[in-house]
C-alpha cells in the first residue's frame, strides 16, 4: 500500500515516477507491501520468453535471494513506478516497509536506490537519476565496492542483501 500522499507522473529519470502531492516528514512510512502480491521465483521466470523477461524485469524488483515481484500484465501498483535514484529519499525499514530517509517536499519524485533490493549478477543499468552524486553504473558491486555507500544505506537494506554482502565477506 503506498501512502495517500503520492501520486504517479512523468518522471524526467525514466517513464513514470511517484510524487509527492505533499510534505512528507522523515520516517513517515511510504509504502507496505500487500499480503496478495505474487512473487515469482527465478526459475518459473526462466521459463518465459525473452520478451516477457525483459519486460518483467523492467519494472520488478527483488524481494528474495530467488525471488521477484513485478507487473504480471495485471492493472499496475502505483508502487511499481517508483524509480531509482543515487540520492534517494526512501529506503526499507524492513522486507515489506519503506519510509522516507528525509523530509520529502511537494512535487519532489519519490525514489529509492536500486541496491538497497538487488542481488542478482546480471543486474546492471545505467543510471539516469541526474543527481549530482550519480554513480553512472548501478549493480550490487556499488556496495560491494564503495564502504561509504555500504556504511550510508546499512540500515535500510533488504535482508536479502544483507545476506549477500556477508556471503561477500563484508561486516554490516
Known sequence: MLHPHIIVQESRIAGQGLFAKTFIKQGEIIWERDPWEKH??????????????????????????????????????????????????????????????????PGEEVTYDYVMSETRADFYIECKCHSPMC????????????????????????????AFLRRQGLEL
Open 40 to 105: 515469482y521465483s527465478l526459475r518459473e521466470i526462466n521459463t518465459w520468453s525473452q520478451e516477457q523477461r525483459n519486460r518483467f524485469f523492467s519494472c520488478s524488483y527483488q524481494v528474495g535471494e530467488d525471488l521477484f515481484y513485478g507487473m504480471d500484465g495485471s492493472p499496475p501498483d502505483p508502487a511499481d513506478y517508483m524509480n531509482h535514484s543515487c540520492d534517494p529519499n526512501v529506503g526499507f525499514l524492513n522486507d515489506k516497509t519503506m519510509i522516507a530517509l528525509r523530509d520529502i517536499l
Open 135 to 162: 554513480r553512472r553504473i548501478i549493480s550490487p558491486r556499488n556496495l560491494i565496492d564503495n564502504p561509504a555507500l555500504l556504511r550510508k544505506y546499512r540500515k535500510y537494506l533488504m535482508s536479502h542483501v544483507v
